[in-house]
């Protein structure tokens, strides 16, 4: 049996203002009202970890190559992001990728390079 790499991050919204928490590679955001909290879980066969990248009125999670995600509000399943990560050129991480494709995470937008 080969060997499953595991991470896990909360992401809350301790403010007073919705928040836009975006999955990348994928694309996909969720709303996450004050108070309320998601626990994203990343499990891939090769090493790595989440990135969480928090500013302004978003926050993206950033998964690592390889991985799927499974996104948790209290105990409920509420996202399962099956696909998992592609390979990437070589030295890039997903949120740099993501970054040069598409000029940030969803939430972020803009022109690349921009």
């Known amino acids: 049996m080969s060997e499953v790499f ?3 991050q909360v992401v809350s919204n301790r403010g ?4 836009e928490v975006w999955f990348e590679p ?4 969720h ?10 879980v990343g499990q891939s ?9 928090a500013s302004g009125g978003t926050v993206a999670v950033y998964a690592w190559v390889g991985a799927t995600l499974r996104v948790y509000q209290a105990e409920a399943l509420i996202h399962d992001f099956s696909g998992a990560v592609p390979e990437l050129p070589p030295g890039m991480s997903t949120r740099s990728f993501v ?3 598409f ?3 969803g939430g972020k937008g803009g022109e690349p390079g921009g």
């Open 45 to 53: 066969p090769h090493a790595g970890q989440l990135e969480v990248d």
């Open 99 to 101: 970054e040069q494709m």
């Open 16 to 19: 007073r203002d919705a928040l």
């Open 31 to 40: 709303p996450l009202a004050p108070g309320e909290s998601l626990r994203v």
């Open 26 to 29: 994928w694309g996909m955001p």
């Open 103 to 105: 000029g940030g995470s």
């Open 6 to 8: 595991q991470d896990s």
